[in-house]
């Protein structure tokens, strides 16, 4: 299903349509960004095994454990893609993915800001690539959608459809964890937890996700071209 098939069925205008250059540069102001970010973050783990004398895979095993590192990777893959590649390639991004992408980050900077953010206390290149990682690109790439991505395409089921991806993370750390005793999140520490406390903090996760996936459909729905048309036929007819 393409992105703009009800308004071409109607030939409604594509109230969604942004210079393309605006676009581009947006995108790959987030795609430096996030390359800046994950590589000043692969280098302090590298950095802190041999400092350790630990093994470097371990250590690059654990940085891409982390839902930070993986959603940001994704994020910051796609924003790669819209900053170079032709228009007309584009489309290959889905926009179901780019748009989970969305409730996943914004998962990020608020677990983070809530209940982690006060464990540690990173400085220098660090401190600024931790901000980046969990502030700034958490606010941006949302409002690169809003401003950007073309709307209307999303289905009432891609929120449960978007809940796959964190229930197979939980999954994966629940196995390394039982495993290797390596947990990536405090609040899924089993170990320290128990299991019953952690699938109830895993299932008001997953309530979260699925709560701000269904609100951003709605806010997909509303600035599809065919909701904005027929809101300003509406206008129009009042008057």
Do not use: C
Not at 119 to 141: M, T
């Amino acid at each position: 299903m393409g992105d703009m098939d009800g308004a071409a069925d109607l030939n409604l205008p594509d109230n969604n349509a942004k210079p393309f250059y605006a676009k581009r540069i947006s995108a790959a102001i987030i795609a430096f960004l996030g390359w800046f970010a994950l590589g000043t973050e692969f280098y302090f783990h590298i950095e802190e095994a041999l400092t350790r004398n630990e093994s470097v895979t371990s250590h690059l095993v654990q940085f891409f454990s982390y839902f930070t590192t993986e959603t940001n990777v994704a994020i910051t893959v796609v924003a790669s893609i819209a900053a170079t590649a032709p228009q007309a390639e584009q489309i290959q991004v889905r926009p179901s993915l780019r748009s989970a992408l969305v409730i996943y980050v914004v998962v990020v900077g608020l677990v983070y800001a809530a209940l982690l953010r006060h464990l540690w206390h990173p400085q220098g290149a660090q401190l600024l690539a931790d901000i980046v990682l969990h502030d700034v690109i958490p606010f941006f790439y949302p409002m690169f959608w809003l401003a950007f991505l073309p709307k209307g395409s999303l289905r009432w089921t891609d929120p449960l459809i978007w809940l796959i991806y964190p229930i197979l993370f939980f999954v994966y750390s629940m196995a390394r964890g039982i495993a290797f005793g390596i947990y990536p999140y405090p609040f899924i520490d089993a170990e320290k937890l128990g299991i019953e406390r952690v699938s109830l903090n895993a299932f008001g996760l997953l309530a979260v996700f699925f709560g701000l996936g269904v609100i951003l459909t709605a806010v997909d729905h509303a600035l599809s071209p065919v909701a904005r048309s027929r809101s300003g036929l509406g206008r129009a007819a009042e008057l």
